[in-house]
C-alpha cells in the first residue's frame, strides 16, 4: 500500500496539472511546493518521536511523498517559466523517487513485519538485539534505513540529489516570490534530510542493537526463508537503483519529456556511470563516492588487525561505570533518543506531561515505582479533525430540534416531502 497505492495521487497530480490542463500560472507549482515542503517536514517531524515502527514508516511515507511534490511543483514552476529543460529535471526527479520510495518503503515495511511477527510488539522500547537473532532481516532493514536517509551510494541519495538540483535552479526565475518560495522548498529538503537520518539511526538503533528489553525480543527468529528473499530482492533493488542511475533516469527522462511535450533530455552521460546536468548545473558519480567509501571502510579493516598484532588483546565487557552486571534497563531507549528534538521543536509537538511517583510504605526515601509519560499532541486533531467534529456535532443538533417523537409531525413530513416533489416535477 506504502509503495503502490498511495502513488496513484502522484499519478493523478502528473496527469492533471501537467498534461491535462497544460501551461499555467506558476501560482500552481506554487501550491504544490509549499504543500510538498509541509508534508515533508510534518511528516517526519512526527515519525521522529514515535515508537511505533510501523507507524513510524507511515509517517515517513508522509515525508517522502512531500519530497516528491517538491520535484513535481518545481517542474510546474519551470514550465510556466518558459523552463523546458528545468522543468524535465524536475519531473524526473520526483519520478525517480516515486520508484525509489517504491523500493525502499517495501523493504523496510517487510522487515518490520518480519520484526513484528517475531516479537508480537510494534514497539521498539521492548525490543533490542536482534542483529544476532535476525542477522538477514537486521542487513536488509539497514540497506532500507540507509537509503530512506538519503546516503549515498544507495537509492535515496540519488533522487533527492536530483530534486535540490532542480530547486537550486530557481536562479533561473526572475521573480522574487518565486525564488523565496523555491528557497523554503530547500531548507525544508535540507532539514527532512537531516531529521530523517536521526529517526533511522533511532529505528535501527533501538530496534536491532544492544540487549534484548523483553523476553519475547530474547526468543525472536529469523524471519522464513520466502520473506528473506523478498528483502533481499528489494535491498538489492535499492542499491541497483543507487549505483546505476546512468541506466534509470534517462528511462524517466523519456517518459518526463512525453508529458512535457518533447523537452530536451535533462542529463548526459560520462566516464564513471557520472550524471551530467545539461547546461552544466551539476554532476554525480556513485560508483565513484561507493568505491571512495569502500576504500575509506577498507582502511580501519586493515589497519586494526595489523595493529592488534602487536600486542596481546581481550575480549570483555563494556564498561559501565563499576556495575558488574549489565541489563537492558540500563540502554538508551527511544524515548531518550528522542527527547533532544521534542524540547527543540517544542512549539510543534506541544509536548503534555505527567509524572507518576509510588513510594515505599515505610520510608518516602525509597521509590517503588516510577511511571512518566510525555506525549505530543497531534495538530491535525486539534486543528482539523476536532473542528470538523465539533461542527458536525453542532449540525447534528440543529437538526435533532425536527425530531420531536410526535408521529403526527413526522406524518406531517412526509406530506410536505410528498408536495414538494409533485410541485417540482
Not at 212 to 227: I, Q
Not at 387 to 396: C, I, S
Request: proline letters at 4%.
Amino acid at each position: 500500500m506504502s509503495g503502490v497505492m498511495i502513488k496513484l495521487g502522484v499519478y493523478g497530480l502528473v496527469r492533471v496539472s501537467l498534461d491535462w490542463l497544460g501551461v499555467g500560472p506558476p501560482w500552481w507549482g506554487v501550491a504544490i511546493l509549499i504543500a510538498g515542503a509541509a508534508s515533508a517536514v510534518i511528516g517526519v517531524l512526527y515519525a521522529l518521536v514515535d515508537h511505533d515502527l510501523k507507524r513510524l514508516l507511515a509517517f515517513h511515507s508522509i515525508e517522502n511523498i512531500g519530497i516528491i511534490l517538491l520535484g513535481i511543483g518545481s517542474a510546474v514552476v519551470f514550465r510556466s517559466a518558459d523552463q523546458p529543460t528545468l522543468a524535465l529535471l524536475g519531473l524526473t526527479a520526483a519520478l525517480y523517487h516515486t520508484v525509489n520510495h517504491a523500493a525502499f518503503k517495501a523493504l523496510l515495511f517487510l522487515g518490520a513485519g518480519a520484526v513484528v511477527h517475531a516479537t508480537g510488539t510494534r514497539n521498539m522500547e521492548a525490543m533490542g538485539g536482534l542483529v544476532k537473532r535476525m542477522p538477514w532481516t537486521a542487513a536488509c532493514f539497514f540497506v532500507g534505513s540507509a537509503s530512506i536517509a538519503a546516503l549515498p551510494p544507495f537509492n535515496g541519495f540519488v533522487s533527492e540529489w536530483l530534486t535540490f538540483v532542480a530547486l537550486f535552479q530557481n536562479r533561473h526565475l526572475a521573480a522574487v516570490g518565486l525564488n523565496l518560495v523555491f528557497i523554503l522548498g530547500i531548507a525544508s529538503l535540507a532539514l527532512t534530510g537531516g531529521l530523517a537520518m536521526a529517526c533511522f539511526v533511532k529505528a535501527f538503533g533501538i530496534t536491532f542493537l544492544a540487549l534484548p528489553r523483553s523476553d519475547a525480543a530474547a526468543s525472536a527468529v529469523e524471519a522464513p526463508v520466502a520473506m528473506r528473499v523478498a528483502m533481499v530482492t528489494l535491498a538489492a533493488a535499492c542499491v541497483g537503483l543507487g549505483l546505476g542511475p546512468t541506466l534509470v533516469v534517462p528511462v524517466f527522462g523519456a517518459v518526463s519529456a512525453s508529458v512535457l511535450g518533447g523537452a530536451a533530455a535533462p542529463v548526459t552521460l560520462g566516464d564513471w556511470l557520472t550524471l551530467r546536468m545539461a547546461g552544466g548545473y551539476a554532476s554525480l558519480s556513485t560508483l565513484a563516492i561507493a568505491i571512495a567509501l569502500g576504500g575509506a571502510l577498507l582502511i580501519p579493516l586493515v589497519a586494526l588487525p595489523l595493529a592488534r598484532a602487536s600486542r596481546r588483546t581481550r575480549d570483555y565487557e563494556t564498561w559501565g561505570c563499576g556495575r558488574m552486571v549489565q541489563t537492558a534497563r540500563m540502554e538508551y531507549t527511544a524515548t531518550a533518543f528522542a527527547n533532544p528534538f521534542k524540547r527543540v521543536f517544542d512549539f510543534f509537538y506541544r509536548p503534555t506531561k505527567r509524572l507518576d511517583i509510588e513510594f515505599h510504605p515505610e520510608s518516602r526515601f525509597f521509590v517503588e515505582r516510577i511511571e512518566y509519560e510525555n506525549p505530543t499532541r497531534s495538530i491535525f486533531h486539534d486543528w482539523l479533525y476536532r473542528p470538523a467534529l465539533d461542527l458536525l456535532r453542532a449540525g447534528t443538533r440543529v437538526a435533532g430540534a425536527a425530531q420531536s417523537g410526535s408521529p403526527n409531525l413526522y406524518l406531517a413530513y412526509i406530506l410536505a416531502a410528498l408536495l414538494l416533489m409533485l410541485v417540482l416535477t
